[in-house]
């Protein structure tokens, strides 16, 4: 990407969720895209787990991951997780619908983390959303397929009964 103040080439600004440029010192944040993602548009020179394309730096709450351009899937360092569910959260009304069941199939799949190549542990959340999530314990990172992360930040904190809820999230 060119910086759009004096068009001189940009880089992706270490450890950061934006693009500076290295003539003019202009930073560049992308635009968030539908899913709340800022894509930086700087290949991670590994693949995603599911289509096999290159991830893609980028971030979310104003913290670095991995990114599908294609499946939408992130790979989040566990450490920044949970951070990233706190501030998501605070921004973010709860939902009901984030509390379906899980789709207890996706306890058979066996994907392989994108760093190291071994086979990551699928297991269910033990967190609130009712999702099915792969983890590396080697290399500390989290796979969430697309929508998982939403229904993490969108279900219903347990620690809050029902009748607290807007009733229309209530039904």
Same mark, same amino acid.
């Given at each position: 990407?060119?910086?759009?103040?004096?068009?001189?080439?940009? &880089?992706?600004?270490?450890?950061?969720?934006?693009?500076?440029? $290295?003539?003019?010192?202009? *930073?560049?944040?992308? #635009? %968030?895209?539908?899913?709340?993602?800022?894509?930086?548009?700087?290949?991670?020179?590994?693949?995603?787990?599911?289509?096999?394309?290159?991830?893609?730096?980028?971030?979310?709450?104003?913290?670095?991951?991995?990114?599908?351009?294609?499946?939408?899937?992130?790979?989040?360092?566990?450490?920044?997780?949970?951070?990233?569910? &706190?501030?998501?959260?605070?921004?973010?009304?709860?939902?009901? $619908?984030?509390?379906?069941? *899980?789709?207890?199939? #996706? %306890?058979?799949?066996?994907?392989?983390?994108?760093?190291?190549?071994?086979?990551?542990?699928?297991?269910?959340?033990?967190?609130?959303?009712?999702?099915?999530?792969?983890t590396c314990e080697n290399c500390a990172q989290n796979w969430l397929d697309y929508g998982e992360l939403d229904r993490v930040v969108r279900a219903p904190?347990?620690?809050?009964?029902?009748?607290?809820?807007?009733?229309?999230?209530?039904?």
């Amino acid at each position: 990407m060119n910086c759009p103040n004096c068009g001189a080439a940009m &880089r992706l600004k270490d450890d950061a969720d934006y693009l500076l440029c $290295d003539y003019c010192q202009t *930073p560049h944040f992308p #635009d %968030l895209n539908s899913d709340g993602v800022r894509v930086l548009g700087e290949p991670a020179g590994i693949f995603c787990p599911i289509c096999a394309i290159s991830l893609t730096h980028a971030s979310v709450a104003r913290e670095r991951i991995l990114y599908c351009e294609r499946c939408r899937g992130m790979l989040i360092s566990m450490d920044l997780f949970p951070e990233i569910v &706190r501030d998501l959260r605070s921004r973010r009304e709860a939902s009901i $619908d984030a509390a379906r069941p *899980p789709d207890l199939k #996706d %306890l058979d799949r066996q994907i392989r983390c994108p760093k190291c190549s071994a086979i990551m542990d699928t297991h269910p959340y033990c967190g609130p959303g009712n999702i099915i999530i792969d983890t590396c314990e080697n290399c500390a990172q989290n796979w969430l397929d697309y929508g998982e992360l939403d229904r993490v930040v969108r279900a219903p904190d347990p620690a809050v009964p029902m009748s607290f809820l807007p009733t229309k999230q209530r039904t």
